[in-house]
């Protein structure tokens, strides 16, 4: 969510959470009673277009943990449903219909997770009405270069996180019609891209265009009655074309593509482009040992660098054969973009580190040869894994423990088709609670390990080459040899349990808890210590696993999950936030109300 200016942000997002009640002392939870399925969950779907019409046919979903499957029922003419029977327990209720945004409950936002219904002694029964959203809409034409329109063209909107931080997801693929029309419909708001593709598409097919010259020559052979071969056709040729999908306003490289932003309700039309063959060429060049010695045999993949896309829709370049014992070798055809050439290599014994080297190639359509890439080793990892609290496990416990390291995606918002499936490296922790990684690439790794949250254990610390890290994350750089990681676990849980209270005018939905730690050295994307909480409908959150230390807590209305990776709304929002220390071993509670 953008950031307009304090005023506004303060007066109409960030809520002053006056304290009413915080000190470091258990979390009285509510008194249990004995199981019953006297409960009721009812209600009615109406439009979220302020008219408030009744809509028939919602598919509404009830979900919880004291349900031995999910339950679903469908609205009458009146919009109406209901859920009877219910044990006690906490549950999740949604509605979807086609054409229309799929919503949960309490949710403000599509998209975002509603807020929970809580079935008890106390209260059995619960009335409620789901705003059903109308989805947006993107229409167009697909055609050809000579102008006609195209039919069964795969067409799809793919929406794309705006800080490419997550995967983007496919939310709908329809054909076009036999005037090369597509509608996709109940879109919900957020940045796409749209994507057409062939049946032929499923791989690069590649194609030749001849000169006017060479065309000349060949013709002129075949009117002399000499024999006219495959060979003289392909050197006759003058360009390769590729039949590739294509993304609007009609490039091969995801990259380039122009990306749609969609509000509620809207709907897009004009979104037309042409579908045709692009230009390709070769990538070539030559691999070698940093000693000079032989090459154990290479794993050599080259990865397109764009937005975090379905897989399906990469362009994927083809090794013309393996990778001889001189190092060369040649990817045809290629299309226009950024490429990220990896190459990894086991020399045969574990004791011995992988080789590695990568490099980027921006190819321009040119063909790009003697390029060059110099196998090195990887960087020696070892470390230990260190239990500390109150039982600590015996050593014999430590059997199938594993340490992981999982590389992570540029920070820059510049991800490769690499981090959608990414490199991992795993090692076994031994007896005495060492492990050890012969050798892994330079760049940014998250590290955990194979230890549940059911055991009681949480991570406390990280510590690479006995430095403190703000998070998980290992950074190994290119000149480096070897490094060092000590793990440390606590039992010792650090959690904050809060209540929002709720007047009677106060939609639950309305508001979401944001805990982040006072200390901004502390701020980055995807952290552990930077997190949301959607208040149940008694006003209830909890935030556990964060690692100890003082947390602004504040509220957000209107709030989207890349809120969290916003650093300028954080400090906006600390300003009209409290102010909570979290310990080791013993929860902290908190009651925050919404100002007037």
């Not at 939310?171 to 996709?184: A, H, I, K, M, N």
């Not at 490039?251 to 063959?277: C, K, N, W, Y």
């Not at 892994?440 to 254990?457: L, M, Q």
Request: aromatic share 6%.
């Amino acid at each position: 969510m953008k950031v307009q200016n304090k005023a506004l942000t303060d007066s109409c997002r960030c809520l002053v959470a006056t304290i009413l009640f915080c000190l470091t002392v258990g979390f009285s939870a509510s008194a249990r009673h004995d199981r019953s399925d006297a409960g009721v969950i009812s209600g009615t779907v109406v439009s979220a277009d302020g008219r408030n019409s009744k809509i028939p046919g919602v598919v509404v979903t009830l979900s919880g943990s004291s349900l031995a499957h999910t339950l679903v029922a469908v609205t009458n003419d009146d919009g109406a449903f209901a859920f009877r029977s219910l044990p006690e327990g906490r549950f999740s209720l949604s509605a979807a219909k086609a054409s229309y945004v799929k919503t949960s409950y309490g949710s403000t936002i599509p998209g975002r997770p509603g807020t929970s219904i809580p079935i008890s002694h106390e209260q059995s029964t619960f009335e409620v009405t789901l705003h059903l959203p109308k989805g947006a809409v993107v229409a167009g034409v697909i055609r050809d270069s000579s102008g006609r329109a195209i039919q069964d063209v795969t067409v799809s909107a793919i929406r794309v996180s705006p800080n490419n931080r997550a995967a983007s997801e496919l939310s709908q693929s329809v054909l076009t019609s036999d005037r090369g029309e597509f509608r996709l419909f109940g879109l919900q708001p957020g940045s796409f891209v749209i994507v057409a593709s062939a049946p032929v598409f499923g791989s690069m097919r590649e194609m030749s265009l001849l000169t006017t010259a060479g065309l000349n020559e060949l013709l002129a052979d075949v009117r002399a009655g000499r024999e006219v071969t495959a060979k003289q056709t392909i050197e006759a040729q003058a360009g390769r074309l590729v039949l590739v999908p294509l993304f609007f306003p009609g490039v091969p490289s995801p990259s380039e593509a122009q990306r749609i932003e969609l509000h509620m309700g809207e709907e897009r039309t004009g979104i037309d482009f042409m579908l045709q063959p692009v230009s390709s060429g070769t990538i070539e060049g030559e691999i070698s040992s940093s000693d000079g010695g032989p090459l154990p045999p290479v794993n050599l993949r080259l990865l397109a660098k764009a937005p975090p896309i379905p897989f399906r829709y990469w362009t994927v370049p083809s090794l013309t054969g393996a990778v001889g014992p001189d190092g060369r070798f040649r990817y045809s055809p290629v299309v226009r973009g950024t490429y990220l050439l990896t190459a990894a290599a086991n020399r045969g014994t574990t004791s011995q580190a992988p080789l590695w080297a990568e490099a980027e190639v921006d190819f321009s359509g040119v063909d790009v040869v003697g390029l060059r890439l110099v196998m090195r080793r990887g960087v020696e990892v070892s470390g230990t894994v260190r239990f500390v609290g109150t039982h600590p496990p015996a050593a014999k416990n430590y059997d199938g423990l594993r340490v992981v390291l999982m590389r992570q995606p540029e920070r820059n918002g510049s991800l490769f088709a690499a981090d959608l499936t990414p490199q991992s490296y795993t090692a076994p922790v031994g007896s005495d609670g060492r492990f050890h990684f012969a050798g892994v690439p330079s760049g940014s790794y998250s590290v955990s390990t194979n230890v549940r949250a059911e055991t009681g254990w949480q991570l406390r610390s990280i510590q690479v080459a006995g430095k403190d890290t703000d998070d998980n994350v290992l950074s190994t750089n290119i000149d480096a040899t070897s490094t060092t990681i000590d793990v440390v676990f606590t039992d010792q849980a650090a959690e904050l349990r809060g209540r929002l209270e709720l007047t009677a005018s106060d939609l639950p939905g309305e508001f979401d808890v944001i805990i982040f730690p006072t200390a901004r050295e502390l701020w980055h994307a995807g952290s552990r210590r930077i997190r949301s909480a959607r208040p149940a409908t008694d006003g209830t959150f909890i935030f556990s696993g964060l690692p100890a230390g003082v947390y602004f807590v504040g509220l957000l209305t209107g709030f989207n999950e890349e809120d969290l990776d916003d650093f300028d709304l954080l400090r906006i929002l600390q300003d009209s936030s409290v102010t909570v220390r979290i310990n080791e071993g013993t929860p902290s509670s908190l009651r925050l109300r919404i100002p007037k």
